[in-house]
């Protein structure tokens, strides 16, 4: 049968990632494609201890407020308080169904089809496909060792352009691996209240600073941002918890929105969130052992990286987060690489993949965090095998 | 802070029910205007069961595929080919977060703003909102004691109207109670045909028919029909689990849409899913029990109305789903009459919430499954005397 799709959802570029994921989901092929945690990471029998405790209560498995179970909104608040420095009330928090639920609803709230947006070069991949479903202008600001090249956005909007919204990771960018630091951030922020838009301060990673003090949020310098937050990296992907904090015209827009996208979350794994957020000593500790797991594993891989490719790569040297980012200095096209590494039994993303515009065709972007030293050791090794 | 938010947003209509529920939330009101199923009829300890069940594998709490975990699509796919009566795979079913964000997604992937849909009238206030938020133009056909006028939307194809879909509750109607027969089943598919429109078949009251003979679902009539199924209302809302099943090309868009969306649901609910569907002896004597419990409170409802209102109201006779639609006779106008009910405390919800343009002033929707039968006498003679 024809089925014809809307022209918005043409607009919409495929994920070469998810392609990539399906490809390097054999059993045999060490994938650093995924951006996934670590499973023996994630606290399966703290979060059974906390399902077991929330389905002695009815609410647990009745429909929940569209913005949120309280207990998880009220947890979610305090943290934010304390991040940005500055009281974050309960009512000032939408909790989504993980952070992509956050970024989708965003722009659906504020964007028109044509309304320009700026992302970062390379992208979130993620933030683009939703920016073009939405139908927006997509315009791309370099990023560099140092974050977002807040110098050229200042440059295009001093030419004429005017975003509705900027989309930053800011803190251990996905996929470029680095931090904007104090002087790029309260940049960005003067300009958002220069020109009028909206920083979409997309912070996945944040807690997961090896040196256990997250960066300061943009938030902190200012109010026009909205961050993005999610449970998925620190706790669990699987309770689909993320949550978005701004202005209060845009949360109210949100929480209308997901009432008619998904009417409301699971009160269920909103409830386990709540209590493994809640309890402090607890959640101090997981963050301090994921920390300095991950520490241990980008120290790995890029040992590796140094012992095995160090003489035609260049590469990110990570403090947090769960990416290292290569280039290649030989010219290696890593798009062709693929299918040869994989041939090998690893897996990778190629630099292209994240490019808003063509680019970054020797680089690659691989993930620390899903393996153990050794394999990650054996994992390079094999992406060296591949390159002779 | 100023934030200008998109004009689709505008669009939407606000949700009267939503704004209804946060009223009628108070302790002491009975409400019977939320669509909630009783609190005692989940099964929260066989829920239990499954989840700690689920968390002894540590795919439970990672990321999963974004058309849902393989064991649910293929319990689904099982009850939809046995439903249905042909063969339905896995690979034909996207599993989502609730059947709401399947309408979302199917909405998103088929229209451009300004498409023609047809719209059942009283309406399904989440389908409206969907098709609102997409930019649709919405035309409504009427409803009556059998369904879906479908003389009424033959007109109207054949006066020009060119829909890209017909969305329809054709099982125990919400708000209206009512069921399409088979006739008008055989006959919209027919058009579906003709016409080249999709059926958009929402059903999540099937399985809640009172006699135990689901019925036969449109899609049994014809391929351009896309089904939603639900978890929420035979299991329990907060696993946020629902489905389709249709075309695979807009399976497939939906599936990509999702990616964007949400990434993926949560394996850790689905997981639990999968085993309770699974389990049929279980499933059986569960929905056997749902059955029996809501036909005695539609019992109890209905005689309370009669007993209590009879001379002043008509209202439909309930062989299923979860609502009884009440005309006043007498002319009442249920928007002035839900203020002083609230205070009498008992909540309902006026029809005017479900017109599409105006009407059904005198009307009124009932939930019967959220209280046991002495609570719905109790709530109709609050109602009566609220209209004294």
Redesign the interface.
């Given at each position: 049968?024809?089925?014809?799709?809307?022209?918005?959802?043409a607009a919409?570029r495929?994920?070469a990632i998810?392609d990539l994921l399906t490809l390097t989901a054999r059993p045999d092929v060490l994938s650093l494609a995924?951006g996934?945690?670590a499973?023996?990471a994630?606290p399966?029998?703290r979060?059974?201890e906390a399902?077991?405790r929330a389905?002695t209560a009815?609410a647990?498995?009745?429909?929940?407020e569209?913005a949120g179970v309280a207990g998880l909104r009220e947890v979610v608040a305090a943290h934010e308080s304390a991040r940005i420095g500055r009281p974050v009330g309960p009512a000032d928090v939408v909790v989504?169904?993980?952070s992509?639920?956050a970024l989708?609803l965003v722009a659906?709230?504020?964007?028109?089809?044509g309304?320009p947006v700026v992302v970062e070069d390379p992208v979130y991949v993620?933030a683009l496909?939703?920016l073009q479903?939405a139908g927006a202008e997509v315009h791309a600001v370099p990023v560099d060792e140092g974050g977002l090249r807040i110098d050229l956005l200042a440059e295009r909007l001093a030419a004429g352009l005017r975003p509705?919204l900027v989309h930053t990771v800011a803190s251990f960018h996905n996929p470029r691996g680095v931090t904007s630091g104090p002087e790029r951030r309260r940049a960005l922020v003067a300009l958002a209240e220069r020109y009028g838009f909206?920083v979409v301060e997309d912070d996945p990673y944040g807690l997961l600073a090896f040196d256990g003090a997250p960066p300061v949020p943009v938030a902190a310098y200012g109010?026009?941002v909205v961050r993005l937050g999610s449970a998925?990296k620190v706790l669990?992907?699987?309770?689909?918890v993320g949550w978005l904090v701004g202005?209060?015209?845009?949360t109210a827009?949100v929480e209308?929105?997901k009432?008619?996208?998904?009417?409301?979350?699971?009160?269920?794994?909103q409830t386990i969130t709540a209590e493994l957020l809640a309890d402090e000593p607890w959640f101090t500790a997981h963050l301090a052992g994921l920390r300095t797991a991950n520490a241990r594993r980008a120290a790995a891989l890029t040992a590796a990286l140094d012992t095995e490719l160090g003489h035609r790569i260049t590469r990110s040297t990570p403090t947090g987060g769960m990416f290292v980012w290569v280039d290649f200095t030989d010219g290696t096209d890593t798009t062709v690489l693929l299918p040869r590494a994989v041939e090998r039994g690893v897996g990778f993303v190629p630099g292209s993949a994240f490019a808003t515009d063509g680019g970054f065709a020797s680089s690659a972007r691989l993930c620390f965090a899903t393996y153990p030293p050794a394999k990650l050791h054996e994992a390079v090794r094999r992406l060296a095998r591949a390159l002779t």
């Open positions: 049968m024809t089925v014809t799709l809307s022209r918005r959802l919409v495929g994920s998810r995924g996934l945690p499973s023996d994630l399966r029998e979060i059974a399902a077991a389905l009815p647990a498995v009745q429909y929940s569209t989504t169904s993980g992509q639920q989708d659906r709230a504020l964007l028109d089809p309304d993620g496909q939703v479903a509705r909206l109010d026009r998925s669990a992907p699987a309770l689909r202005p209060a015209p845009l827009a209308r929105l009432q008619s996208t998904d009417l409301c979350g699971s009160s269920l794994t």
